[in-house]
């Protein structure tokens, strides 16, 4: 099984300051016929389903704010949230499907500062 | 517009089955796949496998492979999982999220998902 593995596991950032939120996987997940890595992202607030936000790495699902974006390939990713706004705390989760199962990082809790 | 509702909360005993259901709509219900994800209290998240709306095929982990059963009702938009031989650490909210994959490939990541199901195992 691939092995997710988040950093930090929590995070407090000033409101409008950035937040970066740091992936790693056990093996890489780009897969080399098409060139994509194959990891997601999500939010989850307290009480709610998580949420999708980025997949492909770096592609944004269709009504996330641009102040998320997703960067990296291969084993190393980033979640970054260039301007942190109160709505924005959540546990935040990587997710690969490369390969089954599929696995999920820890997870990583963002607060406001 | 899209909608998924999971079954109520549910109690079982240590050794019991549940069965969890999620109702679909808004969308051509064959269309997509659907997996089961569960998180148990104050943790993670861990996928229990996936189900093909149209063949009613499916992909379990390995974790789960002899208690899991994930079944479809096409004429309701529903699918179904229950898991068996259930211990306390079964005790997790389960979700079924949809696939975002189009076509006859799933993709293995998800858009819409339903709200969960608490299950609590107890004696």
């Known amino acids: 099984d691939i092995v997710m593995t988040q950093s930090p596991e929590s995070l407090a950032v000033s409101l409008g300051e950035r937040a970066t939120i740091n992936c790693k996987s056990s093996?890489?997940?780009?897969?080399?016929?098409?060139?994509?890595?194959?990891l997601a992202w999500y939010q989850q607030k307290p009480g709610q389903p998580p949420k999708l936000l980025i997949y492909w790495a770096s592609t944004r699902e269709s009504g996330v704010p641009d102040r998320f974006s997703g960067s990296g390939s291969g084993t190393d990713f980033t979640l970054t949230i260039s301007s942190l706004q109160a709505e924005d705390v959540a546990v935040y989760y990587c997710q690969q499907y490369y390969s089954t199962p599929i696995t999920f990082g820890q997870g990583t809790r963002l607060e406001t500062k | 517009q899209v909608q998924v509702v999971q079954s109520g909360a549910e109690v079982k005993r240590p050794g019991a089955s549940v069965k969890v259901s999620c109702k679909a709509s808004?969308?051509?219900?064959?269309?997509?796949?659907f997996h089961w994800v569960r998180q148990a209290p104050g943790q993670g998240l861990e996928w229990m496998g996936i189900i093909d709306p149209r063949s009613g095929r499916t992909t379990y982990a390995q974790k789960f492979q002899d208690r899991v059963t994930m079944t479809t009702d096409t004429s309701t938009g529903t699918v179904y999982m229950e898991l068996s031989s259930l211990t306390s650490e079964d005790t997790a909210v389960y979700f079924c999220?949809?696939?975002?994959?189009?076509?006859?490939?799933?993709?293995?990541?998800?858009?819409?998902w339903g709200q969960g199901t608490r299950v609590t195992v107890s004696s």
């Open positions: 999220p949809r696939d975002l994959g189009e076509g006859a490939a799933a993709a293995f990541y998800f858009d819409f």
């Open positions: 808004g969308y051509t219900f064959t269309s997509s796949y």
């Open positions: 093996q890489s997940v780009l897969y080399s016929s098409n060139n994509r890595n194959f």
